[in-house]
């Protein structure tokens, strides 16, 4: 069956980094786009930033010039570098699979998801 697992939360200082990395198995990881999310409490989840399955990345303009998403197709694992992050960054964040190789502008429609993982805490202070 399909997992997804997340993993490198934890609690940094603002401007301080860490990497999250999103374990998949269960399916052929390289085909489809892939995304990364986060929601805060009291807020939504939004979108965070996605890579199709051809490397071609979007970001949300809240992590432009800080966030990095990259995929290793080879050891089926999703990555987010995060860097000088700040307090507004403290969320969940989630790693998703779509079952679409690509979804271009769309890669932040949250229904354009079908797996997700638990979530990795991420606390700013």
């Known amino acids: 069956h399909v997992q997804l697992v997340e993993s490198g939360g934890g609690p940094v200082q603002a401007g301080g980094s860490l990497r999250l990395s999103c374990v998949v198995s269960?399916?052929?990881?390289?085909?489809?786009?892939m995304g990364w999310f986060r929601q805060a409490p009291g807020k939504e989840r939004e979108g965070v930033a996605g890579i199709d399955s051809d490397g071609s990345t979007n970001y949300a303009d809240s992590g432009k010039g800080r966030f990095t998403i990259s995929r290793d197709n080879a050891k089926n694992i999703l990555y987010l570098q995060l860097n000088s992050l700040q307090p507004e960054d403290t969320a969940m964040y989630y790693c998703a699979s779509s079952t679409y190789p690509y979804l271009g502008m769309g890669w932040s429609d949250s229904f354009e998801y079908t797996y997700w993982g638990q979530g990795t805490q991420v606390t700013v202070s």
């Open positions: 269960g399916y052929t990881f390289s085909r489809y786009c």
